[in-house]
């Protein structure tokens, strides 16, 4: 079986413990949690059992461990975090607002993951990589952006798949530059996992229908659009299917779309077969969210096949 790559932010999360509490007022706040998109993606493309490796950097610190010691138990390749002494491990704060938005202040460029670059990777790493997943929140700096656009050349040389979740974060995606490499990368990847409103804000038109349909005529393969509480769609060339989701009370919705695309790519990666896929990944994010903490939620294949066997 293919190894699961991925490059970005290894961080940990404070979070608000009232929704309506904003950085403006003094507040409590619950953390650290192990996270990052990347690191919550990939501790769930290993948990749900595919080989997975993480491209990143963290400081020689408590965070650094917590993450560490986290993906490692899981059964990630860690061999490529570098623990740099002369950094600190990147930190993100959010808040909750009543109308389920969440607002965050990043120290990742700042941090060690913001000294990620392209001598981080090789093309040993991807060699034996069927997929190279890519962040949107994962382009916060020229370094990290070179070193993703080298992962998307080594992936194409080795016939390595590019799967892209768009995870749009209005604060890191804050220019017209960051917004055009997202396009190209949208317009370049094989698997599409997209929020409802992520194609309509990359391509500017609102017609979902359309998107997909040009997607197809570039180079995807698979587009699923994330609709949060409401469930999933699946397209792929000959068929679109709906998909509702898992019943479940939400404690906190951060990481579902992280835990659901590192479930869909190592499901696809073991070669179970697209919708059983989707449907298995439609468990996994309803599960991440009845935990808070972004990667608390996370599951095994084994727990989420019985779920599966349960509804279907
Ligand atoms: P984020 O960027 O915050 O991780 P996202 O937009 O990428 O979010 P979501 O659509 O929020 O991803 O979640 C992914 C999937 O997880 C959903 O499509 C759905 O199947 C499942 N899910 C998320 N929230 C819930 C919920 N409250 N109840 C049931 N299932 C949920």
Redesign the pocket.
Known sequence: MGKVITIGEILVEIMAKEIGQTFLHAGDYRGPFPSG?PA?FIDQVAKSGSPAKIISAVGKDGFGEVNLNRLESNGVDVSNIKVLEDETTGVAFVTYKEDGD?DFIYHISNAACGRINKNYISKEDFEDCSYFHIMG?AIYNEGIRETINKGRRLAKKYGCKISF?P???KEIVNDKEKKELLLNILYEANIV????D?LYYLTENKDEKSNVENLFNKNAEIV?????????TLYTHNKTVD?S??????VD?????????GTFISCINQEIEVEKATRL??????K??TKKG?MEGNTTLEELEEVYKELY
Request: aromatic share 4%; glycine share 14%.
């Open positions: 998109a919550i969440r929140s979740d995870n749009i974060r996992l997209a929020g409802e992520e699923i659009i994330k609709r949060g509480s409401k469930g999933v998909i989701p898992y019943k479940v009370e939400e919705p951060t990481g579902a779309g992280d835990c659901f695309g990944a439609t468990i996994a994010g309803a991440a969210v972004p």
